[in-house]
């Protein structure tokens, strides 16, 4: 499976009367058919492409019924869109679908500080929710990399993750409820404020479902009381290995901070260039080490970690002393990718899982595989998950170096299935990841999931062609535009 | 663990039960029953992690991981494969989390007789759609739960109960850190309060609570309700502050809005197009 030069969808006239229904049911200034919007909307911020036919944004639910109501009577498959910031395509419109970009739902409605819980529109950036509520003490634990510019719709959608979520956990466990757009345009509100609402568990398989399940128009999630005291520690290692093998101690220890996070040489190396932070450069691995609660356990924490990273062979111990020095050392993990830019023109990221003890060996191979398609590879990564980044740097002027880095990302992933670990931890599958659900999913595990997307979308017009292998899905043509490696 | 002859026994058609310790209801009477292979498979502390038979009574595992200083977000009682079928957390949900969070993989039996594969073993994990999710809470209509992986976590250095008189929960609530369970009965306040020792004492000390023997004892019954309607419940309960679940009188609840019963119906369809497991067992 090497890079597919797939044929772009084929040009279709579009269905007589959508754009004319769509104009009437929203406004004429929000529905969007110009060149240039088909172009900004034709891919997320993978390099996978697709084709729109016509970008919509509506205001409010029943105008998001109303663009899925006419585009599934013109048989005309629909994606939700929320930043565009997804990474394996989970955005891309295939076949000239409809596009429903839910930006222009950007509401906070409601805020219980008592409870700890708030309603928002989809388009309600993540950051954005985090800084509407920070002054109650609270805060929207999901915190990915990309949270000044992606949604919570986008993050309910592909259950996504931040440097935070290790002791919090994921988006699933943050949302209460979400109001859905089912695919055949009913609207339905799965879950609730209760915490045990009757029948399944319809808001939780909803979460990270990419799209396919319908679109979210309204999400009631949980709100997470900041911590009093913080402490953020740098620790740097002689070896790769050292600073992983630090990590499993970490938490065989008994502890979970609030984030653990490594960076390798390369990539400090280009971070300090850009951030001037003083981050030991020299070193082959940097952690970041967060702990936060209560002033007690903070401290007591710092002092076991401190111990640990030493019995490890850290070099120096660097602990920010203030929030200005905190803040850097996050910005430095932070703007990691705008570093990147500065050594080589293109990257490739890539998200697996591993359990932590393999993390060693596994970044061996990451290195190795690297190395053996002459590529440069970085990584930045939440290693307390286990979930590595590994981040191909490349220049795509380069003659066949597409090929190299679809052969190499893709060997990536296989060891980290080979060795117990999972496909995606943040990013989603998408059409990326796609056709290699086999590597974890046997026929009839991937039936299960067809069947469940079947209950949500029987007729399939909600993003399709994603996630689910043809075979297992409805779809009876490969639908892989130009920029896949799948 | 081999599930197969697990799989032989739901077999492929007629109607099939399942059950654990029946200490959550059990079987479904006069249908032929199974149980599902139990044993602790292994538990990998550093990776936060265990793998049992869904067969294994809670407390087997509950004692197995606290011999590594761990344990699970599972209530009390039965076998995990219940507790998880049921979903219905203990009194410690506000600080663990649902029950739901709990199961990071599922192999299962379906109701065409094969065994499935629901999710994976990391904590961390969005390959997929999350078939968990409704697997948890499903008693058993879409699936015979056969092994499962679980999420566990450190026991803390510190755990203890205090108590507060007061006509109003939710004042004396804000000023608590991560509280791991508050419960409010109308006129006494208990909250369950763990990390650090000094960290517990000075929190306790500062909110004006008292040390407590343990939890009240709980009315039988048990519903949820918004959180925000528990300053305002009345008759005999313990309610969950912070969470909504209400032990004891609690008003009616609204059910299901049409859209999500017919969605929950399709989703019994799709995977149990007969109706054979667990007859008559109605979620919704
Ligand atoms: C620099 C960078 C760093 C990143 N770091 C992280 C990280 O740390 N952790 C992480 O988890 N991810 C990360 N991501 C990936 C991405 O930001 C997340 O997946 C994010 O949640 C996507 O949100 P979005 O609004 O951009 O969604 P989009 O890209 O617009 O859409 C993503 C998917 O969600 C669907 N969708 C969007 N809105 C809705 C809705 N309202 N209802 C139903 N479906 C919807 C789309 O159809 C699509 O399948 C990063 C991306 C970048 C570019």
Known sequence: ?486 | MDLGAFAEDVGVSGPVTIAGLGSRGGAVADVRCVHAPGGIEWIQADEMIACCGAGTPVAELVDALAAVGQRVALPDGGTVGGALAVGRAGIRRLGDGAVRNTLLQARYVSAAGEVVKAGGPTVKNVSGFDLCRLLVGSRGTLGFLGEVIVRTRPLPAASHWFSATVGEPFALFATLHRPVSVLWDGATLWALLEGHAADVAEQAAAAGLHPADGPPPLPQSRTSVAPSCVGSLTGRFVAEVGVGVVHGDAPPRSSASPAVAELGRRVKDELDPTGRLNPGVHVG
């Open chain 1, 1 to 486: 499976m090497s890079a597919i030069a797939a044929d772009r969808p084929t040009a279709s006239p579009v269905a007589a009367g959508l754009i004319d229904e769509l104009r009437a049911a929203l406004a004429p200034d929000r529905v969007h058919v110009g060149a240039t919007e088909l172009g900004l909307y034709k891919r997320d911020a993978s390099n996978i492409e697709g084709r729109a036919s016509v970008i919509c944004f509506p205001l409010t639910a029943s105008e998001v019924q109303a663009c899925v109501r006419i585009a599934v009577a013109h048989e005309t498959p629909f994606v939700a869109r929320g930043s565009g910031t997804g990474l394996s395509g989970g955005a891309t419109p295939l076949d000239g679908a409809v596009v429903i970009v839910t930006t222009k739902m950007n509401h906070v409605l409601s805020v219980d500080t008592v409870n700890r819980f708030a309603w928002v529109e989809p388009g309600v950036l993540n950051l954005d929710l985090s800084k509407a509520v920070a002054r109650r003490g609270l805060h929207f634990a999901p915190d990915p990399s990309s949270q000044q510019s992606c949604s919570i719709g986008g993050n309910v959608a592909n259950n996504s993750g931040g440097p935070h979520c290790l002791a919090d956990g994921v988006t699933e466990a943050h949302v209460l409820a979400v109001e859905v757009v089912l695919p055949d345009g009913t609207l339905a509100m799965l879950g609730g404020e209760e915490p045990e609402p009757d029948g399944y568990d319809l808001r939780g398989v909803f979460v990270g479902s990419e799209g396919m399940f319908g679109i979210a128009t309204k999400v009631c999630v949980r709100l997470t009381q900041s911590a009093p005291a913080v402490r953020t520690m740098l620790f740097d290692f002689a070896t790769v290995e050292a600073g992983a093998q630090t990590v499993s101690a970490i938490i065989a220890a008994g502890m979970v901070p609030a984030a653990l996070e490594m960076m390798d040489q390369l990539c400090t190396t280009a971070v300090e260039a850009y951030i001037n932070a003083g981050l030991p450069v020299h070193a082959a691995a940097i952690l970041l080490v967060e702990v936060n609660g209560l002033e007690h356990s903070v401290a007591t924490d710092v002092e076991r970690i401190v111990e640990i990273a030493r019995a490890h062979g850290t070099g120096a111990v660097r602990i920010a002393q203030d929030e200005t020095e905190r803040a850097l050392l996050w910005k430095g993990r932070k703007t990691a990718f705008g570093a990147i830019a500065r050594i080589k023109p293109n990257y490739y990221l890539h998200d697996t899982v591993v359990p932590r003890r393999r993390l060693p060996e596994v970044l061996r191979e990451v290195y190795a595989i690297a190395a053996r398609h002459d590529l440069l590879v970085m990584n930045v990564f939440h290693a307390g998950d286990g979930n590595l980044h590994p981040l191909l740097v490349f220049d795509k002027r380069e003659p066949g170096v597409m090929d190299r880095v679809h052969a190499a990302g893709e060997e990536i992933v296989r060891f980290s299935v080979s060795v117990g670990g999972v496909l995606s931890g943040e990013h989603g599958i998408g059409l990326e990841k796609r056709d290699l659900m086999p590597l974890m999913f046997a026929p009839a595990d991937l039936a299960a999931q067809a069947a469940v997307r079947h209950a949500f979308d029987p007729v399939g017009l909600a993003n399709p062609h994603k996630v689910l292998p043809s075979a297992a899905s409805c779809g009876d043509v490969q639908h892989v535009p130009a920029g896949a490696w799948v």
